[in-house]
Structure formats: structure tokens, C-alpha cells
């Protein structure tokens, strides 16, 4: 991983975040020490996908004419036969 001084930050801002954004991940020193790491932002790998049947859970969870689905039927009706 690159090393990059505040100096060398501050001089070159525009071209660094540029490489930031092409994916490379800079290592930001202060008198010598590095004190943070300058790397892109990436999307959460927590967050479901609309497509994931998970997605629509809270669907077949709300009581209707016959209550609540069982749990076996709410895996079928996700997850197929």
C-alpha cells in the first residue's frame, strides 16, 4: 500500500482523491507516522438486495383471513417447493 505524507496531500488533493476513486487504497502519514487510510468507499454488505426474497419477508408475516402463515409455508412460498 502507497504512503502518502500531508505535504504530498495537500499539494496533490485533486490527483489523490482520483486514485482513491480508481480503487487504490493510500496510507496518509503525519510527521513520518501514518495516521489514516485513504481507500474508496464501498457499498454495505449488509444491505439485502430489493431481488432477495428476505426483501419481502414482512409480506408474508401480516396476519390475514386465515392468520399467520406458518413458517413452513412462508419458506414455500420464498424459497419455492
Request: one cysteine or more; aromatic letters at 6%.
Amino acid at each position: 500500500m502507497k504512503t502518502l505524507s500531508m505535504l504530498e496531500f495537500r499539494r496533490n488533493a485533486r490527483l489523490v482523491i482520483e486514485a482513491v476513486q480508481r480503487g487504490e487504497c493510500l496510507i496518509l502519514t503525519y510527521r513520518g507516522k501514518p495516521v489514516a487510510r485513504l481507500e474508496p468507499v464501498r457499498p454495505e454488505a449488509t444491505a439485502i438486495p430489493e431481488d432477495d426474497p428476505l426483501f419481502r419477508i414482512e409480506d408474508y408475516a401480516v396476519d390475514g383471513a386465515g392468520g399467520r402463515l406458518p413458517n413452513d409455508e412462508i419458506d414455500r412460498l420464498i424459497y419455492g417447493e
